[in-house]
Structures are given as C-alpha cells and as structure tokens.
C-alpha cells in the first residue's frame, strides 16, 4: 500500500514562499513521475507542476517562474518551492505520483495567501 504524505502548506502573506514537500511510503513502484494538482475555491482541479524520473519538470503558465519542483528519487520524495505567492494561488494542493491504475493522491493540504 503506498502513501503520500504531505508537508509544507499554510498561511503566508503574498509574495511570501512556501517550500512544500511529499514522500511517497510503502510498495511504491519505481520512480515514477510525481508532482502536484490544485483546487482552488470554486474551481475544478488543475494541474500545477511535474517531474519525471529522470528529471524533467514541466510547470503550468500559471505559476511559471514563481513554483519550482525537484525530487530525491532515491527518497520517492519530491519537492516544490513556491516563491512570489499571489492570492489566487490560494488551493488544496494534492501531491500525485505516476503508478498503476491511475497512480496515487496525497491528502491535500491547504495552502492559503492572504494579508
């Protein structure tokens, strides 16, 4: 059974960062590909960041520049760094990792930007 744990959200003020981490536990397969999903208020699930095993990051234009996401294969850990917090980054954030049937979801946790 694998699981995703979740750390790094809460409350900062705008332009603030948050550094955000989620370590995939128990069978996981592989180094799969992993990264994040946000929900804000009223809005369906988008896609924030991923990383593939290898390495390589995609972002979405939304937060380009601002959100940064690394990994430590030999942990299944990956990492996101948010700089320059805006209020509509304002979401449950969920961590996803790349596995069989459909992969695996973190918990979510809120990350609110507000003064």
């Known amino acids: 059974q694998v699981q995703l744990v979740e750390s790094g959200g809460g409350l900062v003020q705008p332009g603030g960062s948050l550094r955000r981490s989620c370590a995939a536990s128990?069978?996981?397969?592989?180094?799969?590909?992993m990264g994040w999903y946000r929900q804000g208020p009223g809005n369906q699930r988008e896609w924030v960041a991923i990383?593939?095993?290898?390495?390589?990051?995609s972002v979405a234009d939304s937060v380009k520049g601002r959100f940064t996401i690394s990994r430590d294969n030999a942990k299944n850990t990956v990492y996101l760094q948010m700089n320059s917090l805006k209020p509509e980054d304002t979401a449950v954030y969920i961590c996803?990792?790349?596995?069989?049937?459909?992969?695996?979801w973190g918990q979510g946790t809120q990350v609110t930007v507000s003064s």
């Open positions: 128990g069978n996981f397969w592989g180094r799969n590909m």
């Open positions: 990383i593939t095993r290898g390495g390589t990051t």
């Open positions: 996803h990792a790349g596995g069989p049937f459909g992969g695996y």
